[in-house]
T-cell receptor, first 115, second 117 residues
């Protein structure tokens, strides 16, 4: 079974600075998807960024980018120019490319933005 | 993006009663919907996979007779918590993936906070 590990329960960053959230995963599959989701206090899950395992190029969405290291099974999220609205729980998630489309979530990292 | 609507947003019920939570995909068809449970300050734990027209697949440790799932159409799945007890109090979230190959993004409902008193 696949597992996702986020080793940072909490992180904080100064507004406008850059922060990196870590995520590692374990799988024997070669084809899969990785995601970062944001859960603000409203608890609505919001997709931040997505990475297909077959793509070598790291995904980027505006201020959000990932460092995908397939051999190391690492998938970190970098938030540049942090804003107060970035404060939330961030979950790393894994999804197999085959079979059931269920997501396996990491434990989450609570990100605080200091003004 | 696609919208998944979950209802109700919150519910308080008496111990021993049953509660039904609805999950609807508003602008797309979803053959598969997922139900998650989230305890305070914890991650989302998958409870079951709901497939349209067939029985749900439950994760290990989830009581299928307690958490009844029905997926009667391509746009609606329901979770019924039967004979609810205080330990069932939690935040329940559904998600759906659009029909068709290549669909990778899961869309989430806004969640339901269940409190059993």
């Amino acid at each position: 079974a696949q597992t996702v590990t986020q080793s940072q329960p909490e992180m904080s960053v100064q507004e406008a600075e850059t922060v990196t959230l870590s995520c590692t995963y374990d799988t024997s599959e070669s084809d899969y998807y990785l995601f970062w989701y944001k859960q603000p206090p409203s608890r609505q899950m919001i997709l931040v960024i997505r990475q297909e395992a077959y793509k070598q190029q790291n995904a980027t969405e505006n201020r959000f980018s990932v460092n995908f290291q397939k051999a190391a099974k690492s998938f970190s999220l970098k938030i540049s120019d942090s804003q107060l609205g970035d404060a939330a729980m961030y979950f790393c998630a894994y999804r197999s490319a085959q079979g059931a489309q269920k997501l396996v979530f990491g434990q989450g990292t609570r990100l605080t933005i200091n003004p | 993006g696609a919208v998944v609507s979950q209802h109700p947003s919150w519910v308080i019920c008496k111990s021993g009663t049953s509660v039904k939570i609805e999950c609807r995909s508003l602008d797309f068809q979803a053959t598969t919907m997922f139900w998650y449970r989230q305890f305070p300050k914890q991650s989302l734990m998958l409870m079951a996979t709901s497939n349209e027209g067939s029985k749900a697949t439950y994760e290990q440790g989830v009581e299928k007779d307690k958490f009844l799932i029905n997926h009667a159409s391509l746009t609606l799945s329901t979770l019924t918590v039967t004979s609810a007890h205080p330990e069932d109090s939690s935040f329940y979230i559904c998600s759906a993936t659009a029909l068709g190959q290549g669909a990778t993004e899961a869309f989430f409902g806004q969640g339901t906070r269940l409190t059993v008193v």
